[in-house]
C-alpha cells in the first residue's frame, strides 16, 4: 500500500493539546463519571459514593489522596480554538466538582457544556478502558503523536519528512526552544517517537512501525505504518480496572 503524503499542516485536536496526564485516582472518578453520563444533549449534575470511588473500608488516608486528586481534577482544562477561530481558548472540563462527607461520603460533579462534544467524541469512540489509557498518557509528545497518527488509521500508510515529524510532535521549529535538544535526529528519534510510540503501543492504543528513507546517508524522511489495536466499541465495554491503592 503505497502511503500517503502527509497534510501540509496538523490537523488540530483538543486532546492532544490539552493538559491531562491523570493519575491512577483521578482516572477512575473520570471514567466513573463518564460511565454515569445519560445524554450529552443535556449534561446534568453526576453523584457518586465514595465506595464507588474507594471500595469498602477505606481509611483517613485515602480521602484525603481523593481529595487532593479531586481538586486538580477540577482544575483541568481543555485548549481549543476561541470564537472566530482566531485565537486559542481554555475551557473548563467540569462545571464543578464537590465532594462531600455526609450520607456516607459522596462527590458531585457536572461536566461543562464546553467539553460536550469532545467528551461525546471520547464515548463513542473507545471504550472506557482505553480511555483510561489515553488521560493518563503524561507526555505531550505522546499525546500529540497518537492524535495526529489516527487520523490516519484508514490510511494505514502516512508519509512525513523528519521536520514534518518534528512539527507534530514537537511544534513548529521558532516556538520549540524548550525542546532544542532533540533537534538533533538520533536523539529526536531515541528519546521522543521510539518513546511515544512504545508508549502508545503498549496501551494497546495503536500498533505503529516505520522505515526510514536516506539521502546521503542522512535521514530525511518516515513512513510510519498505523493500524487500530482496538475494536467498535460496545455499549456492554467494562470500565477500567484499575488498582487505586496497592
Known amino acids: 500500500m503505497k502511503a500517503i503524503p502527509a497534510r501540509q499542516s496538523p490537523p488540530y485536536h483538543v486532546f492532544a493539546h490539552s493538559d491531562f496526564g491523570l493519575d491512577t485516582l483521578q482516572t477512575r472518578v473520570f471514567t466513573h463519571l463518564l460511565e454515569q453520563v445519560s445524554s450529552y444533549d443535556e449534561l446534568l449534575p453526576i453523584r457518586a459514593g465514595l465506595d464507588e ?90 499525546q500529540r503523536l497518537f492524535w495526529y497518527l489516527r487520523a490516519y488509521v484508514d490510511a494505514r500508510k502516512v508519509e512525513l519528512s523528519v521536520e514534518e515529524l518534528k512539527e507534530v510532535v514537537l511544534g513548529v521549529r521558532k516556538y520549540r526552544q524548550r525542546d532544542a535538544e532533540y533537534e538533533r535526529y538520533y536523539d529526536f528519534k531515541t528519546r521522543v517517537v521510539d518513546q511515544a510510540i512504545k508508549t502508545i503501543r503498549d496501551r494497546g492504543l495503536l500498533d505503529i512501525r516505520y522505515r526510514e528513507y536516506r539521502h546521503k546517508r542522512v535521514v530525511v524522511k518516515l513512513v510510519l505504518t498505523v493500524r487500530s489495536c482496538h475494536t467498535a466499541r460496545s455499549p456492554q465495554a467494562p470500565p477500567a480496572q484499575l488498582i487505586l491503592f496497592p
Do not use: C, W
Request: net charge negative; glycine share 8%; hydrophobic share 35%.
Open 53 to 142: 470511588i474507594l471500595g469498602t473500608n477505606p481509611n483517613p488516608q485515602h480521602y484525603t489522596l481523593l481529595e487532593e486528586a479531586l481538586q486538580d481534577l477540577a482544575g483541568k482544562r481543555l485548549t481549543k480554538p476561541g470564537p472566530g477561530r482566531a485565537s486559542m481558548g481554555f475551557y473548563p472540563l467540569f462545571e464543578y466538582m464537590t465532594f462531600h462527607h455526609e450520607q456516607g461520603g459522596y462527590l458531585e460533579a457536572l461536566f461543562s457544556r464546553h467539553a460536550r462534544q469532545e467528551l461525546q467524541e471520547l464515548t463513542t469512540t473507545f471504550s472506557l478502558e482505553e480511555i483510561a489509557s489515553l488521560v493518563t498518557l503524561r507526555h505531550s509528545h505522546t
